[in-house]
Structures are given as C-alpha cells and as structure tokens.
C-alpha cells in the first residue's frame, strides 16, 4: 500500500459517519395509525391517525359551511353542530380501527362503532376516540419536538 492510500484510510477510519436516522419523525402514525387505550381500565382499544392535516382541513372546510346562516361567523356555531362536524372528521380521518368494543354481548367492527359515536347515546364512545386520537398526536408531536431539538 502506497503512501496516499494509507493516509485515505487512515482519514476514512477517523472521520466517522453519524447517522441522522434518528432524527426522522415516524410518520407512520398518521399514515398507517397506531393502537391506543383511551380508557386503563376497560378493554376497548382504538387505532387512530391523531389528528393529521386532512382532519384540520375538513373540519374547517365544513364549519365554515355551516357558519353560512350564521353570517359567516364559525365561533356562533351551536356546540352540537361543532361535535357533530369533529366526529365526521374523526371518523374520515383518524380512526383506522377498534378492538374489544363489546354491546350487548356483540364486538362492533370499525364502521359499526363509527355509526355509534354519531348518536347522542355513543357520546361517551366519542369522548374515547377522541382522547385516543389526541394521545396518539401528543406522541407524534412530542417526538417531532424531540426531533427538532426543542
């Protein structure tokens, strides 16, 4: 070995290669989901998106249709109106699937408990999709905090 591939070696075995991968934000968790337990004490687990941008986009795209009668004026939209636009947006958009959902002896599938949260008697479903969604976004965005160094 000659003089200069020494030193190249030598150079290449002292430089040493950082690998930024773990630097990369998941984003699986709002392309494929990932399973939460909204509630420790009950069975029922939900697989969910978080929040991600389509969900955002919706929301506002149909608030703003229905603060039509109200002038335009989406913070005069009765509470009702609002729950029933986020449960759509959650059901389009968040939620990928459940497991355990048990009523009446029976487990519902995905569009069975989806057609649920809807009605007044499913708001307590509802509450539980949406505390699994927002524990699946605060994961997501404490880990691209973490990623982003703050």
Known sequence: MNTDQTNLTATATATKVDDLGDLLVDESVHRDGVWMKP????????????FPDA???????????????????????????????????????????VENCVIGGQELSLEEFAELIKEPRGAKLLTLAFTAATMAQEAHT????????N
Do not use: W
């Open 39 to 50: 509630d420790p004490d009950r069975a029922l687990r939900i697989k969910t998106k978080g």
């Open 142 to 149: 404490a880990e691209t905090e973490e990623a982003a160094g």
């Open 55 to 97: 969900y955002h986009d919706m929301q506002a795209r149909q608030q703003r249709t229905a603060a039509k009668s109200f002038n335009g004026d989406v913070e005069k939209l009765p509470v009702a109106v609002k729950r029933q636009i986020n449960a759509k947006c959650l059901i389009a958009h968040s939620l990928v699937a």
